[in-house]
């Protein structure tokens, strides 16, 4: 594993506000890393000083072994973004819109052509290629600006918000792309405020509140970890005093009763086994139950509990 | 903070002036000016084909004549070009800048390895190549016209003449090009900066010639008893009037396309005595005539520039 991108003490000010305010950062070759947060955490702001589109007030950032402040047409030469509501030159074409970021990144015209075919191709955009950009969808356009990153072969992609304001299935869509690219050693780095969804496709990630970086982590340890290595299992369950039933069963850390019948169990093991025998065995009657992972909304909730979101934001 | 920073400036420069000039052929706005500029100029030469031929004189620089002659209700070529070449450059350029904010794709070209440098100055080149085509394609149209309804070549000393008009024209379009840009780095909004162009446009061709006096009566005011009192008023008058680029635009079309005109400015009688009233200066010495007004046209048009420049450079990418 080599480090692709390295950030130390990064802090950016505008007036008296630091919009990041001191960030370490680390993201390896091939991985997935998530930038999760709310709106206005400092994510994007993180995003630009590591393109070298602003300048830090103070701080080292290191990609791809280069300073971008000092070379950032080396850097952006080796990364591709995506920028928050990416937008393309209307009354230009799909593939006349890559055409001209592929003249900018200094391709000549017979290599770009047969990137941009098979860039299409990949984004499945092949069909509207020669069609205006202003007709798009949102997906499709989002779909355009990875073929973009495909285009410029690029070895880190920041994608800000790549997912907000899609549809699930175009999300859903735009997500098995990036992972397919994942797949073949295309660094990701990806900001998003929907913690569910980056889940399912960030390897680690960094929680951002405030302009800092809270927690870093692998998405299973940190909710594993936040949550106590709790395992939280849902009962459902009728003629049975859970209270009297569980008492003494190993593991077992906490009981709350939930709505109606249901009650929630906090272990730090999947007790599940143990305590459906122990109900039935008491002579109640089991309707359901079920262990709930523990989500990064959770591990965001519980970590930053308590801030003042309009603070943060 | 930095002190250096590799990689040239100029990297994608060529790409983004030819993609912009590309846009502006293509844009339905620029079609619009262009058939009123030429609609009008056209008409004015036509205008000024008839009265050249129905006052058929003795006259060296009849070819500069279609320039110059207005025929009621008409304007001349030259007023028609004054007005509405600011149009032209204002219609290319006001929202160079915050079109790209506002289209949200300034973030995504400014990530592609080039400095931001080589995007505003690759607008202002692609704008001004835009300008040169129309304003050469216009001269060759005006001149041709001229060829073939009054039957005769221009001379050599007229081309050089119209070339010279050519280049002044060229240079007082860049300086509105200069304007618009400036405004569309310092305005966020596409509407705002082109109003505010166009109020600049209007305080300078329309009501900058009837205030210079006004502000020079103020300043500078008559002494009925010192006649130099009026020379003096006149003095200010003309300094005020020409912040105006119209005017040293005026100024310099006067000097090239009228080759007996001899001074921009006052002259006394006995700086006159022993000239030969009515008779042409040579090319060169017109050009040395009107050094100062183009010279102060391209100096206003790098300070435009320069503003643009810094507003740009200090702007966050950041929509």
């Known amino acids: ?46 995003i630009l000083l590591l393109l070298g589109l602003t300048e830090p007030t103070a701080g080292s950032i290191s990609v791809l072994g280069l300073d971008p402040l000092r070379r950032p047409l080396a850097v952006k030469r080796r990364i591709g973004y995506l920028p928050d509501q990416i937008g393309f030159y209307d ?63 690029a070895e880190i992609a920041i994608l800000d918000e790549p997912t907000s304001g899609l549809d699930p299935q175009s999300a859903q869509e735009l997500l098995d792309l990036i992972r397919e690219l994942a797949g073949e050693g295309v660094t990701f780095v990806l900001s998003s405020h929907q913690l569910a969804m ?34 939280r299992i849902e009962v459902e369950t009728e003629n049975a005093d859970l209270v009297k039933v569980l008492a003494g069963v190993r593991h077992v850390s906490g009981l709350t009763p939930l709505q109606g019948r249901r009650w929630r169990i906090d272990a730090d093991a999947d007790v599940r086994a143990d305590v459906a025998h122990r109900i039935v065995g008491a002579g109640g009657a089991l309707h359901s139950i079920t262990m709930r992972q523990a989500t990064l909304d959770e591990v965001y909730v519980r970590f930053f509990e308590g801030e003042n979101h309009d603070v943060a934001a | ?100 904010y506002n289209r949200r794709t300034l973030s995504r070209v400014l990530s592609q390895p080039i400095y931001r440098d080589a995007l505003l100055t690759g607008k202002f080149l692609g704008g001004l190549l835009v300008i040169a085509i129309c304003l050469l394609a216009l001269w060759l149209l005006v001149t041709g016209l001229g060829m073939l309804l009054l039957g005769l070549p221009p001379s050599g000393e007229e081309i050089a003449r119209g070339l010279a008009f050519l280049f002044a024209s060229f240079v007082y379009a860049g300086v509105w090009l200069a304007v618009a840009l400036a405004f569309s780095t310092i305005v966020k909004s596409p509407a705002t900066s082109a109003l505010c162009a166009l109020t600049a446009w209007l305080l300078f061709t329309v009501f900058w010639p009837m205030l210079a006096p006004l502000i020079a009566g103020a300043v500078a005011p008559i002494d009925p008893l010192d006649p130099m009192t009026a020379v003096h008023q006149i003095h200010v008058q003309q300094a005020i009037a020409r912040i105006s680029p119209n005017t040293l635009y005026g100024e310099t079309t006067l000097a090239l396309l009228n080759p007996a005109t001899r001074s921009l400015g006052l002259l006394f009688a006995d700086q006159l005595s022993g000239a030969l009233m009515g008779a042409p200066l040579p090319f060169s010495l017109s050009v040395v005539l009107i050094w100062p007004q183009l010279a102060g046209m391209i100096a206003a048009l790098l300070v435009l520039f320069t503003i643009a420049y810094v507003s740009f450079q200090r702007q966050e990418i950041r929509a």
């Not at chain 2, 002659?69 to 290319?92: K, R, Y």
Request: glycine share 12%.
């Open chain 2, 1 to 100: 903070m930095t002190s250096r920073r590799e990689g040239s400036p100029f990297a994608g420069l060529s790409t983004i002036a030819l993609k912009e000039a590309a846009d502006h052929m293509n844009s339905i706005r620029i079609h619009l000016v262009m058939v009123l500029v030429l609609l009008t100029a056209i008409g004015s030469v036509y205008a000024a084909i008839g009265q050249i031929k129905a006052t058929v004189g003795e006259d060296q620089f009849l070819f500069l004549r279609l320039f110059t002659t207005a025929q009621q209700p008409l304007p001349s070529f030259v007023f028609f070009l004054g007005f509405l070449v600011p149009l032209v450059a204002i219609a290319l350029g006001f929202d160079a800048i915050n079109g790209e």
């Open chain 1, 91 to 153: 009354h230009l074409t799909a593939w006349e819109n890559l055409a001209y970021t592929a003249r900018l990144a200094g391709l000549i015209s017979k290599e770009a052509d047969g990137r941009i075919t098979g860039a299409l191709g990949r984004v499945r955009l092949e069909e509207v290629a020669n069609r205006r950009v202003a007709t798009f969808s949102r997906g499709m356009r989002q779909r355009l600006g990875l073929a973009e990153v495909l285009v410029k072969k």
């Open chain 1, 1 to 46: 594993m080599t480090t692709v991108i390295e950030a130390r003490g990064l802090i950016k000010r505008y007036g008296h506000f630091a919009a990041v305010d001191g960030i370490d950062l680390t993201v390896e070759k091939g991985e997935v890393f998530g930038l999760l947060g709310p709106n206005g955490s400092g994510k994007t702001t993180t």
């Open chain 1, 198 to 231: 980056m889940q399912t496709i960030c390897g680690r990630v960094g929680l951002f509140r405030r302009g800092q970086v809270g927690l870093v982590g692998r998405v299973e340890d940190l909710t594993a970890n936040v949550l106590g290595g709790t395992f």
